[in-house]
């Protein structure tokens, strides 16, 4: 079975860093080698700036317990773009061009020298564009690795996850887990959301409370 994981979003802003950085710590604090990775990244501001403090590279490598530099940035998020778009619209702004082979043998790659359990994070939803041409999921096939999903707790939750999960089944692609991050403000327990979606789909779902750990049986489900 494959040890390494890919962190789908059923949205955007919904908890896919939130989760992998819970992750990382639980399975680090087991005495586990656990590698979290941000390839591809838009949203981020430059290493200099305050607010780099808030990106998802820098909330990653602080849970690996790795200090900010440009070669640790570089090694988790060699991608990176500053606009809050989508990847292909924020390199566009940049007049540069991201290509699927290039980031999936970069991915294949540290998969193939990992000690250890790589988590990759993906960029917004699952099918968010990451390239001109592609989606998270064309991405995520590439891989061939099992997926993480995470959603949220708001209202039209368990229609995004359940969506994902089809999109997922329907390809081949192995669900491992879903996980439930509550959303500010939701107007149910996130535990209701999760109970919805766990009367649909056969792949185990956790229950992630605002501010909370790593739920217990997660990390038992991440082999290496
Ligand atoms: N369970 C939670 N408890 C507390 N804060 C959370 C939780 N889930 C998400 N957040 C917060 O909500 C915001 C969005 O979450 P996060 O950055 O993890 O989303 P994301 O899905 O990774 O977004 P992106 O698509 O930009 O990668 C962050 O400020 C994060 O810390
Ligand atoms: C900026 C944001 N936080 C993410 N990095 C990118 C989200 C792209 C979502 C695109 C879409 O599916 O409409
Ligand atoms: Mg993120």
């Known amino acids: 079975m494959p040890r390494h994981l890919f962190i789908a979003g059923a949205g955007t802003e919904i ?15 087991q005495g586990r080698t656990v590698w979290a990775l941000k390839p591809l990244a838009s ?3 430059p290493l200099d ?18 200090p900010v ?6 090694a988790c998020s060699p991608w990176r773009f500053a606009a809050p778009l989508s990847p292909d619209q924020a390199a566009a702004r940049e007049g540069r061009e991201l290509a699927l082979a290039d980031l999936a043998a970069w991915c294949r790659e540290r998969m193939a020298q990992a000690q250890g359990t790589l988590l990759i994070e993906g960029v917004g939803g ?6 001109d041409e592609a989606t998270g999921l064309d991405w995520l ?21 359940l969506t994902a999960c089809e999109s997922l089944r329907l390809h081949g692609v192995p669900l491992r887990a879903v996980v439930v991050s509550e959303s500010p403000d ?20 956790f229950c992630l409370e605002r501010g909370g750990p790593c739920p217990d049986g997660l990390a038992a489900l991440v082999r290496g």
């Not at 908890?15 to 604090?29: C, H, M, P, S």
């Not at 699952?126 to 390239?131: C, I």
């Not at 959603?151 to 995004?160: F, N, W, Y």
Request: glycine residues 6%; positive net charge.
């Open 141 to 161: 096939k590439a891989l061939d690795v099992p997926a993480l999903l995470v959603a949220g707790s708001h209202l039209g939750a368990i229609s995004h996850a």
């Open 69 to 74: 530099s440009p070669e640790s940035v570089a």
């Open 49 to 66: 700036d305050p607010a780099f403090a808030d990106s998802d590279t820098a909330r990653l490598l602080a849970a690996q317990g790795i």
């Open 126 to 131: 699952l099918m968010s564009p990451v390239t």
């Open 43 to 45: 949203g981020v501001p």
């Open 15 to 29: 908890g896919k860093t939130y989760v992998t950085a819970a992750l990382t710590r639980r399975l680090r604090a």
């Open 186 to 205: 939701a107007p149910a327990p996130a535990e209701i959301v999760a109970a919805a979606i766990r009367l649909r789909v056969t792949a185990p779902v």
